[in-house]
C-alpha cells in the first residue's frame, strides 16, 4: 500500500517559520511530482506548490518567496519550508502525490491525511 506520512504542522507565532514533511512508501515505481496544498476554513483546498521529481517547482503566485518546497528523491520525501507566516497562513495542509506503477503510463494519485497550521499569537 503506498501511504504518505506527514509531521511538522503545529501551532507558530506569527512571523515565524515552521517546516512541513511527507514521506511516501510503498510500492512506487516512479514519482511524477508532489506537493502541497491547503484548505482553510470555509473555502476549497488550493495549491500551495509542487515539485517533480526533477525538480521543476510550481508555487502560488501570492506566496512565492515566502514558502519554499524541496524533495529528497532517495527518501521519497517532500518539504515546505514556510517563512514568515501570516494569520491568515491558518489552514490543514494536505500532502499530495502522483505516482506510477510497475510500466504504467497513467499516474496514480494519493492524498495525505492532512496537517494543522496555525497561526496565532
Known amino acids: 500500500q503506498v501511504q504518505l506520512v506527514e509531521s511538522g504542522g503545529g501551532l507558530v507565532q506569527p512571523g515565524g517559520s515552521l517546516r512541513l514533511s511527507c514521506a511516501a512508501s510503498?510500492?512506487?515505481?516512479?514519482?511524477?511530482?508532489m506537493g502541497w496544498y491547503r484548505q482553510a476554513p470555509g473555502k476549497e483546498r488550493e495549491l500551495v506548490a509542487t515539485?517533480?521529481?526533477?525538480?521543476?517547482?510550481n508555487y502560488e503566485d501570492s506566496l512565492k518567496g515566502r514558502f519554499q518546497i524541496s524533495r529528497d528523491n532517495a527518501k521519497n520525501t517532500v518539504y515546505l519550508l514556510m517563512n514568515s507566516l501570516k494569520p491568515e497562513d491558518t489552514a490543514v495542509y494536505y500532502c499530495?502525490?502522483?505516482?506510477?506503477?510497475?510500466?504504467?503510463?497513467?499516474?496514480?494519485?494519493?492524498w495525505g491525511q492532512g496537517t494543522q497550521v496555525t497561526v496565532s499569537s
Open positions: 510503498g510500492s512506487i515505481s516512479r514519482i511524477n511530482a
Open positions: 499530495n502525490l502522483k505516482f506510477f506503477l510497475g510500466t504504467g503510463v497513467s499516474p496514480y494519485e494519493r
Open positions: 515539485i517533480t521529481s526533477t525538480g521543476n517547482t
